[in-house]
């Protein structure tokens, strides 16, 4: 299983920014997917994630409301969309699937996210 995020980048505050994460090895219909971020100094937090068919997705409540978070099982990729962000949400963002049955996580590389003026 191999995951790979992309989309990071430098934004102004209010811009948006969409990661994408692509997936291999797997069928992302059997796994929950996860975003989660670090920020210079912090600990790793978990921003969203979601499963299938298992109700709303969860956020944070610091994007609640800006972010959201979506799969496409077709082409095994899943994606955090950010709006409105704001200069505390500089971070390396992570992606990561779960698999539901063996309750384990894999985790891709991160991908730097800088909002700044």
């Known amino acids: 299983v191999q995951l790979q995020a992309s989309g990071g980048g430098l934004v102004q505050p209010g811009g948006s920014l969409r990661l994408s994460c692509a997936t291999s090895?797997?069928?992302?219909?059997?796994?929950?997917i996860g975003w989660f971020r670090q920020a210079p100094g912090k600990e790793r937090e978990k921003v969203s994630c979601?499963?299938?068919?298992?109700?709303?997705?969860y956020y944070v409540d610091s994007v609640k409301g800006r972010f959201t978070i979506s799969g496409d099982n077709v082409k095994n990729m899943f994606y955090l969309q950010m709006d409105s962000l704001k200069p505390e949400d500089t971070a390396v963002y992570y992606c990561?699937?779960?698999?539901?049955?063996?309750?384990?996580?894999?985790w891709g590389p991160g991908t730097l996210v800088t909002v700044s003026s």
């Open positions: 990561a699937a779960t698999d539901l049955k063996a309750l384990k996580k894999f």
């Open positions: 090895g797997l069928t992302l219909s059997y796994y929950g």
């Open positions: 979601s499963v299938d068919g298992w109700g709303r997705p």
